[in-house]
Every structure is written in C-alpha cells, then in structure tokens.
C-alpha cells in the first residue's frame, strides 16, 4: 500500500516540530547571580577617575562658592 505525499511529509515535518519545541526549553536561571570577580584591572580602570572626581568635589564647590561671593560683591548683588 503506497503512501500519500501528505502522510511522507507529515511525519518528518511533526519531528522536526517536537525537535525545535525540545531544543527551546532552557533551564531556569539560578536564583543567586554569579559572584563578581575582585580586582579585575578594566572596573580598577573605570573606578579609578570616579574615585579621584569623588576626592575633589568638595574642593570644586567650596571654589565655587568663593568665585559666586565674589563675583555678588563686585557687582554688588
């Protein structure tokens, strides 16, 4: 008994089907994400101009704030 053109291609299609569903399913994430590594040189390389801003934002306002006064009592405002 032949088989049909539908039936040859139907079942080779529904395997590749539930072979495509199968290869989807990924396993959940861990609860708890990965431990950063300590020290590494390229966050050492982007922290380090951060950290020096950080050191001298006191000095750059209180500058600020003399340049303000001073510029008020020259004008007189």
Same mark, same amino acid.
């Given at each position: 008994?032949?088989?049909?053109?539908?039936?040859?291609t139907?079942?080779?299609?529904?395997?590749?089907?539930?072979?495509?569903?199968?290869?989807?399913?990924? /396993?959940?994430? /861990?609860?708890? /994400?990965?431990?950063?590594?300590?020290?590494?040189?390229?966050?050492?390389?982007?922290? !380090? /101009?951060?950290?020096?801003?950080?050191?001298?934002?006191?000095?750059?306002q209180?500058?600020?704030?003399?340049q303000?006064?001073?510029?008020? !009592? !020259?004008?007189?405002?």
């Open positions: 008994m032949p088989r049909s053109l539908a039936t040859s139907m079942i080779p299609g529904a395997l590749l089907l539930a072979l495509a569903c199968a290869a989807c399913n990924r /396993p959940p994430p /861990p609860d708890q /994400p990965p431990e950063p590594q300590a020290n590494t040189q390229l966050r050492d390389a982007i922290q !380090a /101009p951060i950290d020096r801003a950080k050191a001298v934002e006191g000095a750059v209180d500058a600020a704030e003399k303000k006064a001073a510029i008020d !009592a !020259a004008t007189g405002s």
